[in-house]
């Protein structure tokens, strides 16, 4: 059964650019649990865990999904098991099985999980650590690399960490300005997508894949701006292209001028086509940003959908000067408000034009 686990993980390395679904990896759980049907969150507490290996894999995800291991008790929770390096996992990878969602472990040292799908077995898929950037300066531990996986029942991309193989990305000029601009990020692995349809019932898009120009997992925050997906608790990264990463940076700074703390916001990277037609939207390219709302430093929450046409004129007055300020900046090609038209009516679409 290992050298099958081997023979897989081979099969995903080389495969590893070309798809983003991730290949059979055949291992038998050590502990066979019926994995969880919805998204847990477990405090840390105490972790009887000797960390195996380097201190540069200590403190990522300690004894829990992701982290280093040797043998299957240094991952030391229910159905834990250890991907070995001879399997092709520097210093081992706890995981353990799963059928649609993976818990989470509450703690500073530990990141968010992905169950993604193994075909070998059927419904059941395999539990990894998704990129942090607030934990190691990649994202992931030494001699990983954050790559896109598919959760499974999920058809958008998620990020996380997975075996690194061949040299990393050379710069670009435009990874060059984030670097002096002193922007936190790292490069990931990323392959093309398919692209589908906005909405059910929209016709086929017209283009077959996504496509990417230099994309970066960005932290927040960005410049004093936090940026938080809607319906999360917290902020996060943002996987953009580079030149999106630019243009957010300048977008910030007018932001915290106007004493904007944090942006709520629908999304970067969705490879999908604009709603009703057949065109490959910005985001197809993660060269757009939906903004939805903003918070600040001294005043309640400002909301576009419920603020764009409010009788508060202090909070319409504020988004209708904010949105004038940044056509003015001219940091974006596309600037939609709810004017624009029904499907813009919650949120700012803000994107740079995809260059061939």
């Known amino acids: 059964m290992k050298q099958a686990l081997v023979g897989s993980l081979l099969v995903l390395v080389v495969a590893s650019a070309v798809s983003w679904w991730f290949l059979p990896i055949v291992q038998k759980p050590k502990t066979p649990t019926a994995p969880p049907e919805t998204k847990l969150s477990v405090d840390a507490g105490p972790i009887p865990f000797k960390p195996p290996n380097p201190a540069s894999d200590q403190n990522f995800n300690p004894g829990w999904i992701g982290s280093a291991c040797r043998q299957d008790q240094d991952c030391a929770y229910a159905g834990g098991f250890c991907l070995l390096p001879e399997e092709g996992f520097p210093h081992g990878t706890c995981t353990q099985r799963c059928q649609r969602f993976c818990p989470d472990r509450k703690g500073d040292l530990f990141s968010v999980t992905l169950c993604a799908e193994d075909p070998a ?59 002096a601009s002193g922007l936190h990020f790292t490069r990931p692995d990323l392959a093309d997508s398919p692209v589908r349809p906005a909405r059910p019932g929209d016709p086929e898009p017209d283009h077959d894949i996504c496509q990417i120009d230099t994309p970066v997992l960005l932290a927040s925050p960005i410049q004093t701006v936090d940026y938080r997906q809607k319906g999360q608790r917290h902020a996060d990264h943002l996987l953009v292209a580079c030149r999106l990463a630019l243009a957010l940076d300048r977008l910030s700074e007018l932001l915290a001028a106007a004493s904007v703390v944090e942006v709520e916001h629908n999304g970067t990277y969705v490879c999908r086509s604009v709603a009703g037609t057949r065109s490959l939207s910005g985001h197809g390219h993660a060269l757009a940003i939906d903004i939805t709302g903003f918070e600040l430093a001294q005043d309640s929450p400002v909301s576009i959908e419920a603020h764009w046409n409010s009788p508060d004129k202090k909070k319409r007055n504020f988004l209708r000067k904010l949105t004038a300020s940044i056509r003015k900046a001219r940091i974006f090609d596309v600037v939609l408000t709810p004017n624009a038209d029904p499907s813009h009516r919650d949120h700012l679409h803000l994107e740079i034009k995809f260059k061939n």
């Open 121 to 179: 077995y059927g419904d059941k898929g395999l539990c990894f650590a998704g990129c942090n950037l607030h934990l190691t300066a990649s994202g992931c531990r030494p001699g990983y690399v954050c790559t896109t996986l598919r959760r499974i029942d999920d058809s958008q991309v998620r990020l996380v960490c997975l075996p690194q193989r061949g040299s990393s990305a050379p710069p670009t000029a435009c990874t060059r300005k984030l670097l």
